[in-house]
């Protein structure tokens, strides 16, 4: 048995690493963050051993909840190495509130979980900050969380961040994919870069090609391409919400990890086919850049990145136009990208590069 370096000495939390009054400081410092989000349902304060939230004040009469989770992925390894916290939150909240806009659902209230080995100052602020940021953009409430201070458990400097969103929406009315017909239209809405997704294959690029990510980017003289590749998710909740209240969106495909050829078979009927014309908007720089930068082959590019649409929705023929004015009237950028026909479950993306399909049984799938 080793022997006992402090053999009569009296133990703290803090000898082992963990300062409670760290702790207690943050949370004094994020309150009024919190605070910030509340909305009908919630106040969003802070202090208690859970939160709550009203249903009924929030204007639900029979309501379905709907709940999903998500993190930033590695996206947050290049926030931590670079020292740009201050958009992973708005990053958390969309990941997770955009899962829960495609069922139909609105988002309610929010909860994070942050971890990190030892608190470092004003760090965890501006995380948190950027947290409440998002749920401000996708009208939730910051209803609580969990802050974490795990010695041992994280290399010094790292942290690691979960999000946790419930929504609601009324009895019959959610999208299940169910009303998709062949000849339905699928709208895309232009993604604000990179996104959540793909930042495993970013970095390695990073890393084996040297880039300078402090300098600006060779696609964009006038941006740093740190900058470029950390550029918050877009939430879409805002210019949605309405048009699905109208009844005017049958079917909505948050594209994350899978790109557009593994998300849209998500919402569609087991006899029903996604066709996407790969030419019908223009490749962001950003995403010609990394294709470039990685010889990377055009199928790869579109099961790993959002090649320029974050948000795919399939409408019929005769709501086309509208939903897609009112969607630009809301700021949105709208393509007209494709068209659902019969066939199997799947998706088709063609283009100038050539044509790559998935198609298999989808009934097995989760939303995770």
Known sequence: MAEDPRPNSSYTYADAGVDI????????????????TARPGADASLGGFGGFFDLKQAGFKDPLLVAA????????????DSGRHDGVGIDLVAMCANDLIVQGAEPLFFLDY???GKLESGIAERVIASIAEGCRIAGCALIGGETAEMPGMYAPGDYDLAGFCVGAVERGEALTGDEVAAGDVILGLTS??????GFSLVRRLAADKGWKLDRPAMFDQDRLLIDALME?????????????????IKALA??????????IPRVLPKHLHARIDADAWEQPRLMAF???????????????FNCGIGMALIVSGDEQAVVADALRESGETVH??????????GCTVTGSAGTWSTGRDWSATHNA
């Open 192 to 197: 604000s870069g990179v996104h959540s997704n």
């Open 290 to 304: 990394l294709q470039a930068q990685g010889n990377i082959e055009p199928e790869e590019m579109a099961r790993t």
């Open 69 to 80: 989770n998500d993190g930033v992925g590695t996206k947050l390894k290049l926030a931590i």
């Open 114 to 116: 942050f971890a990190t």
């Open 232 to 248: 918050p998710t877009r939430i879409y909740i805002r210019s949605l919400l309405p048009l699905i209240r109208a009844g005017r």
């Open 336 to 345: 007209a990208i494709g068209s659902v026909e019969e066939g199997q479950r």
């Open 21 to 36: 009054a760290a702790g207690n400081a943050l949370v004094r410092a994020i309150a009024p963050l919190a605070k910030s």
């Open 254 to 263: 948050h594209i994350t990890g899978g790109g557009l050829l593994e998300n």
